[in-house]
């Protein structure tokens, strides 16, 4: 049997409707059985994750990876929890959206430094921007991701709204992505209603008011 809906709608809204693998996806994700119906799998929550399509067909039949499959679920939904526009508990803590970010690695070595200077970042509220410039495959993504790791545990340490992008078009030809599906993203997501923008730097101008808000 396949899964019920209540099961596919509670997987899919405990992962704020992304794909657990790559945190792309959104709402062109399904749910599939960790251990296959073939190998008598069960119908449950437990044995369920949301894979885009490409996640599936790359991981999702591969046995050796299905204990990684179900960690990297567990993880994503512990950062969903609580904090994904749908769920429940949306009202009562910050807005969450880091799906877009790219996947890492769950083991991650040295970088205290790195991760110092974030916190103190955070902490100084005089500093509005940081930035790291490494080579690609330095580990920024992976320093990102492990840090908001952290500030997720923390309960967000007080941050009201969290917005994660990638401007790398993982998987593709194309080394670089526009800025044009992000700026359209933040304003929907920072909750501008106002009429359409068609300059960009104006674009730019109401979100980072927004932001100041």
Not at 71 to 98: F, K, N
């Amino acid at each position: 049997m396949p899964f019920s809906e209540s099961v596919k709608r509670e997987v899919k809204k405990r992962a704020d409707f992304t794909c657990c693998w790559c945190r792309e996806g959104r709402n062109k994700v399904d749910v599939h059985h960790i251990v296959p119906q073939a190998e008598e799998g069960p119908d449950t929550l437990d044995n369920a994750a949301p894979l885009c399509g490409s996640c599936h067909d790359l991981y999702g039949n591969n046995p050796d990876l299905r204990k990684e499959i179900r960690s990297r679920r567990d993880h994503w939904h512990q950062l969903c929890a609580g904090t994904a526009p749908g769920t429940p508990e949306y009202s009562d803590g910050p807005r969450v959206s880091i799906a877009k970010l790219p996947a890492t690695g769950e083991h991650f070595v040295a970088r205290e430094a790195e991760l110092a200077r974030l916190d103190a970042a955070w902490d100084d509220p005089a500093t509005n921007v940081i930035s790291f410039v490494a080579m690609g495959g330095a580990g920024k993504s992976a320093l990102v991701n492990h840090w908001l790791d952290a500030v997720a545990a923390d309960g967000w340490r007080g941050a009201e709204r969290v917005l994660g992008w990638s401007f790398y078009s993982q998987g593709t030809e194309s080394a670089g992505a526009s800025s044009e599906a992000f700026t359209e993203e933040a304003l929907e997501w920072l909750g501008y209603d106002g009429e359409a923008i068609l300059s960009p730097w104006k674009k730019g101008e109401v979100i980072a008011r927004l932001v100041r808000e």
